[in-house]
Each structure stands twice: as structure tokens, then as C-alpha cells.
């Protein structure tokens, strides 16, 4: 999709002659040579840069210019060049500031540079909004045979421009797959923008995906820029897309076929320089057959599919994810762990429905349940699932996601019961003195022999 570039200039053999160079080097340009003019094109789109000229027929541009710059990367022509011009110029906002005659080298340079540094500035709002901590690299872990046929379809599609759709169960990683595939193309370094299709409602969905327009509803009271914009040269990441609401797969198609989407409560048309990958954990073309999803749209989405593959078909990946886990958690590296061969055969054994989410948060809790212990054991492994081949030494289950707390409570307890109430069988298990296990049993209101 070409760049857009709006000229302003009353000379009408200069704004052609503009106009003409610009588009020999790929731009898409409109023209206007009146204010007038320029403000039917921008009621219609909305371009990435404007040159103007600041003395039209119809308005001064230098008054106009402040409210033109607060939503466009803006270059000021003048035959009137001077210090003072040049100055009042830039403070209203613009970007750069030519002197007629145009040396068509220096106009192609200038408008490379605007345009590069407006997408960086961008990128830096969108960055500052958006950043969050992260524990570790984030990537794919494994060396599996399984693994192996997704890294090889990443690499045959992610220089391609074509959508892809990766489908695989809760927890197998397929934000990592779409940030490899993002990572591997030409938009690499532009933004990946994430957007997790399950967790808003469809008007907020709506207008976080493609903007809203000041008073498009009532709490709109200035212009926002969607998701869809934040991921102008890179690629935007829907995932969950199977959860998303009728009127949006409609507008989400229309995207897809045009390149071209409005925001909430406006008329013009933009232009949606993005890839979209999608993912889902549901089949997407059986609900497309029960009408529960839109055919047409799956069909867009499914011009390549990747499969994840889940955590039980790919076994002999688990020791190097566990591995991995340890060494990147953020609250326990003042003692380097390992896991034990016993418990590392449980690791193997369990078929883990929550896939390598599941794994991570056996891990996390194992580092806190071991406490100073440099080995992991069977003891110290939580699973919440049933679907394993060996019962673990230790089972504590919770019907949600349980605290720091919760998890020591429960532990104590069981080991209290095991023990039958010997404070220092207790103390050993845990890895802690005898006097902390009296301090903990009276925290938690335990007897000797449990609760």
C-alpha cells in the first residue's frame, strides 16, 4: 500500500510538477490548490504528509497550520523565504520548511526524512503507551521433530505479506509463533501490536481496533487512533479471533479485502498498511459451517495455517522448557536450581492439558514450594490436571489460581499429615528450620496433626 501525500499549492504547473516526481518515487498524491480543496481531501482520507504552501487564495497557512500539524507530518512552501517565517513556522508545528524554488533532490530527501521520522515518533508513542515488563526472552523453546515442522512453515511464510492464521489448544504459544513470524519478515522493524480478542466488549473492541473520531459516542472527547494504526508497517496479532462479535468479522473482512478501514463515527476512508495474523484454539471452519462464524472471513484468515502442536506431542521438549522456566523467573534466582531425575520423569509423564502455560506455573510453584533447596523433587510439584500416567508424590489442587499463601498453607498441611504433626520431618521437607515450621503452623492455625 502506497504512502499518501497531500500538496497544496495554488501554482498550479509547480503542484503538478510536484505531484508527478512524487509519484515516480511511489507515493500516491492528491492534489488541492485551494484550502478549500485540500480540506474536501482530508474530509475523505487521511494522509501520512502534507505540503503547503503558507500563502493561498483562500487562507493564511500559517494560521491554519497548528491544527493541521496536531494530526499530520507537515512541510511548509514559501517563495517568501526568511528567518522569521522559517521560525514561526516551526513552532506552529511544522515539520520541515522549503524555499520555492524546489531543488526536486532536496523536496525527495525532505519528504524521505519527514516521513521516516514520523513513523519513528510513532513508534515511540505507541512503544511508551504499550511497554510492559517482560521475564526473559520471549521465544520458542524446543528442538522437537514436531517443533521442527512449525519452524520450517515460520520460515516459508514470514517474508511473504500473505495472513496467516495459527490454530492450536490454550497455552501451546501461538503469540510466540506469531511474534517469529513477525520477527522473520520485512515489517520486522516495525511494530507487532497484540491484540487479545476475548477480553473486550464489542463497542470497546471496536474502537480500540479502529479509533474512534471525537464525539462518536459520549465519552468521546478528542480523536483516538486505533490498534490498526499503531500497527502501521508491521503486523497487527488477533488472537482469539474466533471470540469476536458478527459486525466486527464484517468490518475485519472489509480490511482484509480493501486495505482500507474508518474509525468509529467517521467517513474517511485509511489506508491499513498492516499484516494481520490470527489465532484460535477453536475450529474456525466447522463454526463457519454452523454459521457461527463468517465462511468468508475464514477463508481470508486461512490463506496459511500453522498448527501448534501441544505440549504431549512434543515430550522431549519439557526439559529444556523447564530449564528454561528456572532460569527466567523473577523471583527466586539467589540459588541455581535443578530438577531431579524422579521428578523430571513426572515432568514427562503428566500430559499436561494447559500445555506449556501449565508448565510454566508447575515450575514457578515447584521454585517456591523448594525455598533454599538447590534440587527440585517430586514433592515439590503441584499438578491441577488428572491427565497423567504417574501420580505425584505431592497433589495439591485448587479450583483457581491460587496464591503464594494458599499454596504454602495447603503444603504445610499435607506434610503435617504425612509427618503425622514431627515438626522436624516437616522442617527437613520443607527445607527450613524447626522454629519457622512452629511460626508457620501458628500463622495458618494448624494442630500438630494438620488442620
Not at 507515493?27 to 504552501?53: C, F, N
Not at 511508551?128 to 515442522?149: E, N
Not at 486495505?259 to 467517521?266: A, D, I
Request: charged share 30%; net charge neutral.
Amino acid at each position: 500500500m502506497s504512502t499518501e501525500i497531500l500538496t497544496i499549492e495554488d501554482d498550479h504547473l509547480l503542484n503538478g510538477l510536484v505531484s508527478e516526481h512524487l509519484g515516480r518515487l511511489g507515493y500516491h498524491v492528491l492534489q488541492g490548490h485551494t484550502w478549500a480543496e485540500a480540506r474536501g481531501h482530508l474530509e475523505r482520507s487521511e494522509p501520512k504528509l502534507i505540503l503547503m504552501d503558507v500563502r493561498l487564495p483562500d487562507a493564511d497557512g500559517l494560521k491554519v497550520l497548528p491544527d493541521l500539524a496536531a494530526d499530520h507530518a507537515v512541510i511548509v512552501l514559501t517563495a517568501y523565504g526568511s528567518v522569521r517565517d522559517a521560525v514561526q513556522a516551526m513552532q506552529a508545528g511544522a515539520a520541515e520548511y522549503l524555499v520555492k524554488p524546489l531543488s526536486l533532490d532536496e523536496l525527495e530527501l525532505t519528504v524521505q526524512r519527514t516521513l521516516e521520522t514520523a513513523a519513528l515518533r510513532e513508534d515511540h508513542q505507541f512503544c511508551k503507551r504499550r511497554l510492559q515488563a517482560t521475564i526473559g526472552p520471549r521465544r520458542m523453546v524446543g528442538d522437537s521433530a514436531a517443533l521442527q515442522q512449525t519452524y520450517e512453515l515460520i520460515a516459508a511464510v514470514a517474508p511473504s505479506e500473505m495472513t496467516v492464521l495459527i490454530q492450536g489448544e490454550s497455552g501451546v504459544g501461538k503469540e510466540l509463533v506469531a511474534r517469529a513470524l513477525h520477527e522473520h519478515s520485512p515489517r520486522s522493524a516495525r511494530n507487532f501490536v497484540a491484540v487479545d480478542c476475548c477480553t473486550l466488549q464489542e463497542k470497546l473492541f471496536e474502537s480500540e481496533l479502529f479509533g474512534h473520531e471525537r464525539g462518536a459516542f459520549t465519552s468521546a472527547d478528542r480523536q483516538k487512533k486505533g490498534l490498526i494504526e499503531a500497527a502501521e508497517g508491521g503486523t497487527l496479532f488477533l488472537d482469539e479471533i474466533g471470540e469476536i462479535e458478527p459486525s466486527i468479522q464484517a468490518k475485519l473482512l472489509r480490511v482484509l479485502e480493501t486495505g482500507r478501514f474508518r474509525r468509529v463515527g467517521g467517513t474517511k476512508d485509511l489506508n491499513a498498511n498492516i499484516r494481520v495474523v490470527a489465532a484460535t484454539n477453536r475450529n474456525l471452519e466447522e463454526r463457519s459451517r454452523r454459521g457461527d462464524f463468517r465462511l468468508d472471513l475464514f477463508y481470508r484468515l486461512s490463506a496459511f495455517v500453522i498448527e501448534t502442536p501441544p505440549l504431549r506431542e512434543r515430550r522431549e521438549d519439557i526439559p529444556d522448557l523447564t530449564r528454561f522456566f528456572i532460569e527466567h523467573n523473577d523471583f527466586s534466582r539467589r540459588i541455581n536450581k535443578a530438577v531431579t531425575r524422579t521428578a523430571m520423569r513426572q515432568l514427562m509423564a503428566y500430559d499436561w492439558p494447559g500445555n506449556v502455560r501449565e508448565l510454566k506455573n508447575v515450575v514457578e510453584r515447584a521454585i517456591i514450594l523448594a525455598r533454599g533447596k538447590k534440587q527440585i523433587g517430586p514433592e515439590h510439584l503441584t499438578f491441577s490436571g488428572t491427565k497423567t500416567r504417574q501420580e505425584p508424590l505431592v497433589n495439591l489442587s485448587f479450583d483457581h489460581e491460587p496464591t503464594l499463601e494458599e499454596i504454602e498453607k495447603a503444603y504445610l498441611g499435607t506434610l503435617l499429615t504425612r509427618h503425622d504433626g514431627r515438626r522436624s520431618s516437616v522442617a527437613r521437607a520443607m527445607g527450613i528450620s524447626e522454629r519457622n515450621v512452629y511460626r508457620l503452623i501458628r500463622k495458618y492455625g494448624y494442630h500438630n496433626g494438620g488442620e
